[in-house]
């Protein structure tokens, strides 16, 4: 199985990169915010609880998150592997990522952290916003989520460098570049 994690701050391109990714290696795309912002759509139990904690660009609890995330991937049990966007965000989400793939003698082959600096991720999100009209890409409501970025999620690049499996590749530039370092970081094998 390849699992791969895609990680970076909110705007680093993790989701267009995602559907590139999908399409080469066949993997099943696993994006918790879209899975967050479908249950709010559909006005579900959960999504009527993480409501307002998604248009404050608050992290959703972890219990929640975490129960979500292993649903999803039990949902796919023919999957050859899968892309984790906008997950793990905290150390304990990844904790818990790991003991749940052990349990079906998987594991993450490859983090790739994309880098882009807060300027241009500003940037991004409020060209973005004129289109998504998504609440929580406001200027102010978006301090917050790179806030909690920078707080918390960052921790998780420490803890897959420890089993080495962090690859480091530039979020600024052309996006098909950016895309074939990204299938390059994944497929060498240290
Ligand atoms: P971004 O574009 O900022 O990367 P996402 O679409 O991945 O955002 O997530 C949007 C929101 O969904 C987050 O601000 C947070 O409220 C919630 N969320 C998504 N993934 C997680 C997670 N792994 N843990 C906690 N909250 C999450």
Same mark, same amino acid.
């Given at each position: 199985?390849r699992?791969i994690?895609l990680?970076?701050?909110?705007?680093?391109?993790?989701g267009?990169?995602?559907?590139?990714?999908?399409?080469k290696?066949?993997l099943?795309?696993?994006?918790?915010?879209?899975?967050?912002r479908?249950?709010?759509?559909?006005?579900?139990?959960?999504?009527? !609880?993480?409501?307002?904690?998604?248009?404050e660009?608050?992290?959703v609890?972890?219990?929640?998150?975490?129960?979500?995330?292993?649903?999803?991937?039990?949902?796919?049990?023919q999957?050859?592997?899968?892309?984790?966007d906008?997950?793990?965000?905290t150390v304990?989400?990844?904790?818990?990522?790991d003991?749940?793939?052990?349990?079906?003698?998987?594991?993450?082959?490859?983090?790739?952290?994309?880098?882009?600096?807060e300027?241009?991720?500003? !940037?991004?999100?409020?060209?973005?916003?004129k289109?998504?009209?998504?609440?929580?890409?406001?200027?102010?409501?978006?301090i917050k989520?790179?806030d909690?970025y920078?707080?918390?999620?960052i921790?998780?690049v420490?803890?897959?460098e420890?089993?080495k499996?962090v690859?480091?590749?530039?979020?600024?530039?052309?996006?098909?570049?950016?895309?074939?370092?990204?299938?390059?970081a994944?497929?060498?094998?240290k």
């Open positions: 199985m699992n994690i990680f970076g701050p909110p705007g680093a391109g993790k267009t990169q995602s559907a590139k990714l999908i399409e290696y066949n099943v795309h696993i994006s918790t915010g879209d899975l967050f479908m249950h709010i759509k559909e006005q579900t139990e959960l999504g009527k !609880r993480v409501k307002n904690l998604l248009d660009g608050i992290l609890p972890d219990s929640i998150t975490i129960d979500m995330l292993e649903e999803e991937v039990t949902k796919n049990p999957a050859s592997g899968f892309i984790f906008g997950f793990p965000r304990a989400q990844a904790e818990a990522l003991k749940f793939l052990a349990s079906k003698s998987s594991t993450i082959s490859k983090v790739v952290q994309l880098d882009v600096n300027n241009e991720l500003k !940037r991004r999100i409020a060209e973005r916003q289109v998504s009209g998504r609440a929580d890409d406001e200027a102010d409501k978006l989520r790179i909690e920078f707080t918390k999620t921790h998780v420490p803890y897959y420890q089993q499996k690859k480091l590749v530039d979020g600024i530039g052309d996006i098909d570049f950016i895309f074939g370092e990204i299938c390059h994944i497929e060498t094998v």
